[in-house]
């Protein structure tokens, strides 16, 4: 049930009835439901690794809470015991993702070491959204561990929190001190978070399928036939596939959050504008928001903080001064980091690469901010001007197109192939002669997709500097009803669905 | 001991003021980059650990508060 | 502060309510706006003009693919036999959407349906989604249209995905794609109206010998012609499963509502007796009776021999063909059928109406096809005021011009036209307002050009320039191109009431008032009456001649054979001595031990008296022509041969062909002067033993005979 699918619409509406119809007390048990079937329609056979993940989770946060101090030195023992049960469920956690992610290479392994037929073993079950909600469990454990959160006695309320359908595919990364109580509390039905909430999902919708699935269209084209392209081009699709990801992932989110918005509910933002970055690290402070929490907040800190760390932080200060002892310090953890978040994505070679990418920009930027800031000074580049934050987008948008070069083709032999196009075989001339309307999409397509991303720059811009529906709620009547009718037209006309295409399936989904 | 805290923190960070407010995590002034780096500094300088339960707006909002956190941690 | 949340409550109750309205409305516009329009093969016309019928009145339903579109036309079935028919065929209708249609139709017309007739010609194939689509694209939704899409999507031989039904069923799902393709005709779509006068029939008046408005140019070696020899013994072809399941259900469902159903095979090519025989025993199996109009229906062969002319486009029939098989179809109606004659009737007063436009359309338009005179051309065109008719003129427009035509074409209102001048550069426009013109002077070497606008918008620009100019001519229309751009007067007459155009001719004014007939039929009819010859026909009429021809001989061929086999001389005979064809008989001496006395007999009543009376030993030759007295040469006689030149044209002049016939028997060829060339050839070993000719196989052996100047055989 996908939520471009013509059961989800049937599916969403029963469910708001329902939820706002039946007595108050009965809404989480509503979203219980629902989310269980949601989940189910994916394929039955994917639900008990969910169950059971939430079932170790849940188990642990109350042992944990259970292990209670008697004194001051039972305190250390108790905390080791509580530290015990942590790694332990955090361990079988984490082994329940490793085994929906590598699962079926290990499988296989192992099939061509024994010598069996590679289609006479069993494929491991990929669980739906195993990234995500295993993320999300683990950084409630840990927060019940260090005391920042009470563990859930319910069962079923936890199961809740776990498999609340619109963050259940792509995030966001929920967190249970934020999402949890919202789901204890009851909510009447507010018109204006239904219209807010509505229009977050048209907007969705509109990024989604009138973008989105449309650049993917020549995205796809042009990189399955790389041999034929010139750089140009090729080029010109990574710039697209870039655009492409935001509007597919930031869509399922705006979805996701105005459908929970009319449910009376707030999911954490995940997407924040990224485009208008300025710098690598800041991109990751507007880009798969809640991905870049979490790893701040359960992976960095903690190994920053160690005692570990702190105590090589030291040994290299003492050796080779202040700066390099501070570097060491964030060198350390961030290189964890980024080789994590880039094996979270999956555990290709080329996804481990664009990890370590982004960490050395980020690593080096921070590092050498001196050196960086002096290069500025000398070219006597003026960075208090606009054009200078210009330039900085587009550096940062760029830095980005690159990274989808590193993972779009899907195999870093691709990907270099995709370079060398790029850097030696340019011709500049393809982008004018009009060979840009043959890649899958017509002239009129290709016009749409640039006026359509304008729109969304435009949009993005406004919402900047104040929220758009807000915005509009104020504006007059005539204006604010025409531009949502326009909205909803542009998806039931130029939205890429129908028998014309075949679906395309959102693409974070498989994480 | 709080003057103890500024004078360390504004040698290891000159471009930060950290006494521009009461609320220098929420207002934004540290980030966690920096964060960490105080963490260091603190911990080196007065020789103790700081555990992740300690990092909360509380101890960190203010040089008074993370004067107050090494002293805790520093009595242990 | 209860009332004004009430107050607030009911505000928003009222917002939704007219937001969720406006957003249908803007919706139900896209739905139509999206709908795609069929203009092609008269399909709009059809089905939108088939709901604006009155309920109960059709009796007579017509159902098939694009043959039964261009081949029957209902009107011409009230007007000569008062019957009220409609033809619901679509371009490939598969016989499932057929039955569909059926469904819808006898929702409609439940009580005044009698008759079902039914073209085969889809029975051999599955229709494909794209032309199921289109065949139900203009049913109305409720119910016709979503029981036929879960039928075809859910039914035994569908994906059985409803997901399909559902955008299928839904032109903005399944056609919003096109919103960059989107033509004029989608938004005056809106108030398009059908013409109802054709009643399904999709009107083409040219035939493939006309150059101005074929779709390509007439080859003699890939001229179509119609298989119109059945044999019956060609087992019959293997029909699908899924077409035998819908037909199954067409005729269960007619039985259950007493309606009589007949099977009709509208002539075209791709049809055969293996398919023939196929259906012939489906027919026998359900007691159906099948009117397979390919071949001879009672003796009579309805458009093989002319399928030249009465096809457009060598695969459907054109609206000469059409009434010929209408007619046909209606006699059989009105012995055979529950039909009635509703000429009078109160409540079919309407039909008055739609014969008179179909008059005034149809018919005006098909006399202006076989007009052959430019006056009378031009005087049937400007009969009809939706007519605007384009005269650029090329090279030189003026020679054949005489004064009497002069003067009833400056009645007509073309004055300029009537003074033209040697070599001078001419257009003119001819529409209900009056006549356009533009006249320049050879001497000026200048260009005549119109440019306009029709009167729905359309934009036209026509140019004529005579020889001493840019010698050609050019007739723009919407930016498509029509002119045949040959010399004297070009002409193209456009429909506004259609948005088409409906004839492309040319009259090579240098030299004639006369264009040649696309249909000359009538030519060769009346060529005996006017003692012409072939020589004397017009090149259309003699590439027709020669078509006719051609299946006149596959004919004799064909009946020949379904003999049997069995070879008899005087069969033979009789069969190919017709006009234009010349029978060479030789013998050798063995021959006449086989001539029995009967054989001799007919022979001698046909004027064949020396083989009547041949002996052993002697050799013969014959030359026969039709009702001349028989050329016959017997061994020994020294006379010299008097028809050299087609013995001539017989013998293959290769070096060393001196092939001698197998002396055995008696050799019989057939050589057609029109088609130059050999047509038949057999021997007859024995006169007296038909099993043993049965078994020889001559047909496809070519011999030569050779025949020494003094007529004797080596």
């Given at each position: 049930?996908?939520?471009?699918e013509?059961?989800?619409?049937?599916?969403a509406?029963?469910?708001?009835?329902?939820?706002y119809?039946?007595?108050?007390?009965?809404?989480?048990?509503?979203l219980?439901?629902?989310?269980?079937?949601?989940?189910?329609?994916?394929?039955?056979e994917?639900?008990?690794?969910?169950?059971?993940?939430?079932?170790?989770?849940?188990?642990?946060?109350?042992r944990?809470?259970?292990?209670?101090p008697?004194g001051?030195?039972?305190?250390?023992?108790?905390?080791?015991?509580?530290?015990?049960?942590?790694?332990g469920?955090?361990?079988?956690?984490?082994?329940?993702?490793?085994?929906a992610?590598?699962?079926?290479?290990?499988?296989q392994?192992?099939?061509?070491?024994l010598?069996?037929?590679?289609?006479?073993?069993?494929?491991?079950?990929?669980?739906?959204?195993?990234?995500y909600?295993?993320?999300?469990?683990?950084?409630?454990?840990?927060?019940?561990?260090?005391g920042?959160?009470?563990?859930e006695?319910?069962?079923?309320?936890?199961?809740?929190?776990?498999?609340?359908?619109?963050?259940?595919?792509?995030?966001?990364?929920?967190?249970?001190?934020?999402l949890?109580?919202?789901?204890?509390?009851?909510?009447?039905?507010?018109?204006?978070?239904?219209?807010?909430?509505?229009?977050?999902?048209?907007?969705?919708?509109?990024?989604?399928?009138?973008i989105?699935?449309?650049?993917?269209?020549?995205?796809?084209?042009v990189?399955?036939?790389?041999?034929?392209?010139?750089?140009?081009?090729?080029?010109?699709?990574a710039?697209?596939?870039?655009?492409?990801?935001?509007?597919?992932?930031?869509?399922?989110m705006?979805?996701?959050?105005?459908?929970?918005?009319?449910?009376?509910l707030?999911?954490?933002?995940?997407?924040?504008?990224?485009?208008?970055?300025?710098?690598?690290a800041?991109f990751?402070?507007?880009?798969?928001?809640?991905?870049?929490?979490?790893?701040?907040?359960?992976?960095?800190?903690?190994?920053?903080?160690?005692?570990?760390?702190?105590?090589?932080?030291?040994?290299?200060?003492?050796?080779?001064?202040?700066?390099?002892?501070?570097?060491?310090?964030t060198?350390?953890?961030?290189?964890?980091?980024?080789?994590?978040t880039?094996?979270?994505?999956?555990?290709?070679?080329?996804?481990?690469?664009?990890g370590?990418?982004?960490?050395?920009?980020?690593?080096?930027?921070?590092?050498?901010?001196?050196e960086?800031?002096?290069?500025?000074?000398?070219?006597?580049?003026?960075?208090?001007?606009?054009?200078?934050?210009?330039?900085?987008?587009?550096?940062?948008?760029?830095l980005?197109?690159?990274?989808?070069?590193?993972?779009?083709?899907?195999?870093?032999?691709?990907?270099?192939?995709?370079?060398?196009?790029?850097f030696f075989?340019?011709?500049?001339?393809s982008?004018?002669?009009?060979?840009?309307?043959?890649?899958?999409?017509?002239?009129a397509?290709?016009?749409?997709?640039?006026?359509?991303?304008?729109?969304?720059?435009?949009?993005?811009?406004?919402?900047?500097?104040?929220?758009?529906?807000q915005?509009?709620?104020e504006?007059?009547?005539?204006f604010?009803?025409?531009?949502?009718?326009a909205?909803?037209?542009?998806?039931?006309?130029?939205g890429?669905?129908?028998?014309?295409?075949?679906?395309?399936?959102?693409v974070?989904?498989?994480? | 001991?709080e003057?103890?805290?500024?004078?360390?923190?504004t040698?290891e960070?000159?471009?930060?003021?950290?006494?521009?407010?009461?609320?220098?995590?929420d207002?934004?002034?540290?980030?966690?980059?920096?964060?960490?780096g105080?963490?260091?500094?603190?911990?080196?300088?007065?020789?103790?650990t700081?555990?992740?339960?300690?990092?909360?707006?509380?101890?960190?909002n203010?040089?008074?508060?993370?004067?107050?956190?090494?002293?805790?941690?520093?009595n242990? | 502060?209860?009332g004004?949340?009430?107050?607030?409550?009911?505000g928003?109750?009222?917002?939704?309510?007219?937001?969720?309205?406006?957003?249908?409305?803007?919706?139900?516009?896209?739905?139509?706006?999206?709908?795609?329009?069929?203009?092609?093969?008269?399909?709009?016309n059809?089905?939108h003009?088939?709901?604006?019928?009155?309920?109960n009145?059709?009796?007579?339903?017509?159902?098939?693919?694009?043959?039964?579109?261009?081949?029957?036309?209902?009107?011409?079935?009230?007007?000569d036999?008062?019957?009220?028919?409609?033809?619901?065929?679509?371009?490939q209708?598969?016989?499932?959407?057929?039955?569909?249609?059926?469904?819808?139709?006898?929702?409609?017309?439940?009580?005044?349906?009698?008759?079902?007739?039914?073209?085969v010609s889809?029975?051999?194939?599955t229709?494909?989604?794209?032309?199921?689509?289109?065949?139900?694209?203009?049913?109305?939704l409720?119910?016709?249209?979503?029981?036929?899409?879960?039928?075809?999507?859910?039914?035994?031989?569908?994906?059985?995905?409803?997901?399909?039904?559902?955008e299928?069923?839904?032109?903005?799902?399944?056609?919003?794609?096109?919103?960059?393709?989107?033509?004029?005709?989608?938004?005056?779509?809106?108030h398009?109206q059908?013409?109802?006068?054709?009643?399904?029939?999709?009107?083409?008046?040219?035939?493939?010998?006309?150059?101005?408005?074929?779709?390509?140019?007439y080859?003699?070696?890939?001229?179509?012609?119609?298989?119109?020899?059945?044999?019956e013994?060609?087992?019959?072809?293997?029909?699908?499963?899924?077409?035998?399941?819908y037909?199954?259900?067409?005729?269960?469902?007619?039985?259950?509502?007493?309606?009589d159903?007949?099977?009709?095979?509208?002539?075209?090519?791709?049809?055969?007796?293996?398919?023939?025989?196929?259906?012939q025993?489906?027919a026998?199996?359900?007691?159906?009776?099948?009117?397979?109009?390919?071949?001879?229906v009672?003796?009579?062969?309805?458009?093989?021999e002319?399928?030249?002319?009465?096809?457009?486009?060598?695969?459907?029939?054109?609206y000469?063909?059409?009434?010929?098989?209408?007619?046909?179809?209606?006699?059989?109606?009105?012995?055979?059928?529950?039909?009635?004659?509703?000429r009078?009737?109160?409540?079919?007063?309407?039909m008055?109406q739609?014969?008179?436009?179909?008059?005034?359309?149809?018919?005006?338009?098909s006399?202006?096809?076989?007009?052959?005179e430019?006056?009378?051309?031009?005087?049937?065109?400007?009969?009809?005021?939706?007519?605007?008719?384009f005269?650029?003129?090329?090279?030189?427009?003026?020679?054949?011009?005489?004064?009497?035509?002069?003067?009833?074409?400056a009645?007509?209102?073309?004055?300029?036209?009537?003074?033209?001048?040697?070599?001078?550069?001419?257009?003119?426009?001819?529409d209900?307002?009056?006549?356009?013109?533009v006249?320049?002077?050879?001497?000026?070497q200048?260009?005549?050009m119109?440019?306009?606008?029709?009167?729905?918008?359309?934009?036209?620009?026509?140019?004529?320039?005579g020889?001493?100019?840019?010698?050609?001519?050019?007739?723009?229309?919407?930016?498509?191109?029509?002119?045949?751009?040959?010399?004297?007067?070009?002409?193209?007459?456009?429909?506004?009431?259609?948005?088409?155009?409906?004839?492309?001719?040319?009259?090579?004014?240098?030299?004639?008032?006369?264009?040649?007939?696309?249909?000359?039929l009538?030519e060769?009819?009346?060529?005996?009456?006017e003692?012409?010859?072939?020589?004397?026909?017009?090149?259309?009429?003699?590439?027709?001649?020669?078509?006719?021809?051609?299946?006149?001989?596959?004919?004799?061929?064909?009946?020949?054979?379904?003999?049997?086999?069995?070879?008899?001389?005087?069969?033979w005979?009789d069969?190919?001595?017709?006009?234009?064809?010349?029978?060479?008989l030789?013998?050798?001496?063995d021959?006449?031990?086989?001539?029995?006395e009967?054989?001799?007999?007919?022979l001698?009543?046909?004027?064949?008296?020396?083989?009547?009376?041949?002996?052993?030993?002697?050799?013969?030759f014959?030359?026969?022509?039709k009702?001349?007295?028989?050329?016959?040469?017997?061994?020994?006689?020294?006379?010299?041969?008097?028809?050299?030149?087609?013995?001539?044209?017989?013998?293959?002049?290769?070096?060393?062909?001196?092939?001698?016939?197998?002396?055995?028997?008696?050799?019989?060829?057939?050589?057609?002067?029109?088609?130059?060339?050999?047509v038949?050839?057999?021997?007859?070993?024995?006169?007296?033993?038909?099993?043993?000719?049965?078994e020889?196989?001559?047909?496809n052996?070519?011999?030569?005979?050779f025949?020494?100047?003094?007529?004797?055989?080596?």
């Amino acid at each position: 049930m996908a939520f471009t699918e013509l059961s989800f619409f049937v599916f969403a509406a029963c469910l708001v009835l329902f939820y706002y119809l039946l007595p108050a007390k009965m809404q989480w048990i509503v979203l219980l439901t629902g989310s269980v079937i949601f989940y189910v329609s994916y394929g039955a056979e994917k639900l008990p690794f969910l169950l059971a993940a939430a079932g170790i989770a849940w188990w642990a946060a109350l042992r944990m809470e259970k292990i209670r101090p008697d004194g001051p030195e039972s305190r250390a023992l108790a905390r080791k015991k509580q530290k015990k049960v942590l790694l332990g469920a955090g361990a079988l956690l984490v082994l329940l993702l490793l085994y929906a992610k590598v699962g079926t290479w290990v499988i296989q392994s192992f099939a061509a070491l024994l010598r069996l037929d590679a289609d006479s073993v069993p494929q491991a079950i990929l669980a739906l959204g195993v990234s995500y909600y295993t993320f999300s469990m683990l950084g409630y454990l840990a927060d019940v561990y260090y005391g920042k959160e009470k563990a859930e006695t319910n069962f079923l309320r936890f199961l809740l929190f776990a498999i609340y359908f619109p963050k259940i595919l792509q995030g966001p990364i929920s967190r249970h001190k934020f999402l949890a109580p919202q789901l204890k509390e009851t909510h009447r039905f507010c018109y204006e978070a239904f219209c807010f909430g509505f229009q977050l999902m048209l907007w969705g919708y509109f990024k989604k399928l009138v973008i989105a699935d449309r650049l993917a269209m020549l995205v796809n084209y042009v990189f399955d036939n790389v041999e034929t392209q010139t750089g140009a081009h090729l080029l010109m699709a990574a710039c697209f596939s870039a655009v492409q990801l935001y509007c597919d992932f930031s869509g399922c989110m705006d979805i996701a959050g105005g459908f929970s918005q009319i449910l009376g509910l707030k999911l954490e933002p995940n997407f924040n504008h990224p485009f208008f970055s300025r710098s690598a690290a800041e991109f990751w402070r507007r880009w798969h928001i809640t991905l870049g929490t979490w790893f701040k907040d359960y992976v960095y800190m903690p190994l920053a903080i160690s005692p570990r760390v702190i105590r090589i932080s030291k040994k290299v200060r003492e050796t080779c001064g202040a700066r390099a002892g501070k570097a060491v310090m964030t060198v350390l953890p961030l290189s964890v980091v980024w080789v994590l978040t880039g094996l979270w994505h999956s555990t290709e070679w080329n996804y481990v690469v664009w990890g370590v990418y982004w960490g050395t920009l980020i690593i080096c930027a921070n590092v050498f901010a001196p050196e960086l800031k002096k290069l500025t000074g000398f070219l006597h580049i003026n960075t208090k001007t606009e054009s200078w934050k210009i330039f900085q987008m587009v550096r940062t948008f760029f830095l980005f197109v690159v990274g989808r070069i590193l993972t779009v083709p899907g195999t870093l032999h691709g990907s270099a192939e995709v370079f060398k196009k790029i850097f030696f075989d340019f011709q500049p001339g393809s982008l004018f002669d009009g060979s840009v309307y043959s890649l899958e999409l017509d002239r009129a397509n290709f016009h749409l997709a640039l006026v359509c991303i304008f729109v969304l720059w435009a949009v993005s811009m406004l919402q900047e500097k104040k929220p758009v529906r807000q915005r509009l709620a104020e504006s007059n009547v005539v204006f604010r009803w025409a531009a949502w009718y326009a909205l909803l037209f542009s998806i039931v006309i130029f939205g890429v669905y129908g028998p014309e295409f075949s679906a395309a399936a959102f693409v974070y989904m498989n994480f | 001991m709080e003057e103890k805290v500024l004078a360390l923190l504004t040698s290891e960070f000159p471009d930060i003021d950290f006494t521009a407010s009461d609320a220098l995590v929420d207002d934004g002034i540290l980030d966690s980059l920096t964060i960490t780096g105080i963490i260091a500094a603190l911990s080196m300088e007065f020789n103790i650990t700081i555990p992740y339960e300690e990092i909360i707006e509380e101890n960190f909002n203010s040089v008074a508060g993370l004067a107050r956190m090494v002293q805790k941690l520093s009595n242990v | 502060m209860a009332g004004s949340k009430n107050r607030k409550g009911m505000g928003c109750f009222v917002k939704s309510f007219l937001a969720v309205l406006i957003a249908a409305a803007i919706y139900m516009g896209c739905y139509v706006l999206f709908s795609p329009v069929w203009l092609e093969w008269n399909n709009y016309n059809t089905v939108h003009g088939f709901y604006k019928e009155p309920e109960n009145t059709i009796e007579t339903l017509f159902l098939g693919s694009s043959h039964v579109v261009n081949g029957i036309t209902p009107t011409e079935l009230y007007r000569d036999y008062g019957l009220c028919a409609y033809n619901l065929g679509t371009e490939q209708q598969g016989v499932n959407v057929s039955y569909y249609w059926l469904r819808e139709a006898y929702r409609l017309h439940a009580e005044s349906l009698t008759t079902v007739v039914f073209d085969v010609s889809m029975l051999r194939r599955t229709a494909s989604e794209t032309f199921v689509q289109k065949g139900i694209a203009g049913m109305r939704l409720f119910p016709g249209r979503v029981q036929a899409m879960y039928d075809y999507y859910l039914g035994p031989y569908g994906t059985g995905d409803l997901q399909d039904v559902l955008e299928q069923l839904n032109p903005v799902t399944a056609y919003h794609t096109r919103w960059n393709q989107l033509t004029r005709q989608d938004f005056e779509k809106f108030h398009l109206q059908p013409t109802l006068y054709s009643r399904g029939y999709h009107f083409v008046s040219y035939s493939l010998l006309d150059e101005g408005n074929a779709e390509e140019d007439y080859e003699e070696e890939n001229a179509p012609y119609l298989e119109s020899v059945l044999d019956e013994s060609v087992p019959g072809e293997e029909l699908q499963d899924s077409e035998l399941y819908y037909f199954d259900k067409i005729v269960a469902f007619c039985k259950e509502n007493d309606l009589d159903l007949v099977l009709v095979k509208i002539p075209a090519r791709g049809w055969g007796s293996n398919r023939h025989n196929a259906v012939q025993a489906l027919a026998e199996k359900n007691d159906l009776p099948f009117l397979d109009y390919n071949f001879p229906v009672s003796g009579q062969n309805l458009v093989g021999e002319t399928y030249l002319v009465d096809s457009h486009d060598g695969n459907h029939l054109n609206y000469f063909g059409a009434t010929k098989v209408t007619h046909a179809i209606g006699d059989y109606l009105v012995k055979n059928c529950r039909v009635t004659d509703v000429r009078g009737q109160q409540n079919y007063a309407f039909m008055e109406q739609e014969l008179a436009d179909y008059n005034k359309n149809v018919v005006v338009c098909s006399e202006l096809y076989l007009a052959t005179e430019l006056e009378q051309y031009l005087t049937l065109a400007a009969q009809n005021e939706n007519y605007v008719i384009f005269l650029p003129g090329k090279d030189e427009t003026s020679g054949a011009l005489h004064e009497p035509l002069r003067a009833a074409l400056a009645d007509l209102g073309f004055t300029k036209l009537a003074q033209i001048g040697w070599r001078d550069s001419y257009v003119g426009v001819l529409d209900k307002d009056g006549v356009q013109e533009v006249l320049e002077k050879a001497d000026t070497q200048k260009e005549a050009m119109l440019e306009g606008a029709m009167q729905n918008g359309v934009r036209y620009s026509v140019v004529g320039a005579g020889w001493s100019s840019e010698n050609f001519s050019s007739c723009s229309i919407d930016e498509t191109e029509y002119s045949p751009n040959l010399r004297g007067l070009n002409i193209v007459v456009y429909d506004q009431s259609t948005d088409t155009v409906v004839d492309v001719t040319n009259f090579d004014t240098l030299n004639t008032t006369e264009r040649m007939s696309g249909y000359p039929l009538q030519e060769i009819e009346t060529m005996e009456a006017e003692g012409k010859t072939y020589q004397d026909l017009t090149e259309n009429a003699q590439k027709l001649y020669r078509y006719m021809h051609h299946v006149e001989n596959q004919e004799i061929a064909g009946a020949l054979q379904g003999h049997g086999g069995r070879q008899e001389l005087v069969t033979w005979l009789d069969a190919y001595r017709q006009k234009d064809r010349v029978i060479l008989l030789a013998a050798q001496g063995d021959a006449a031990d086989r001539l029995s006395e009967p054989v001799r007999e007919a022979l001698a009543q046909r004027g064949l008296t020396q083989l009547a009376e041949l002996q052993p030993g002697e050799t013969y030759f014959a030359v026969i022509e039709k009702d001349q007295k028989p050329y016959e040469q017997t061994e020994g006689d020294g006379t010299p041969l008097p028809l050299e030149d087609a013995i001539f044209r017989m013998i293959h002049a290769e070096p060393g062909a001196g092939d001698a016939i197998e002396p055995a028997g008696l050799q019989l060829i057939v050589y057609d002067r029109i088609e130059e060339a050999i047509v038949a050839q057999t021997s007859f070993e024995t006169f007296e033993d038909p099993l043993a000719v049965a078994e020889r196989e001559m047909r496809n052996e070519f011999q030569t005979i050779f025949l020494t100047p003094k007529g004797k055989m080596l």
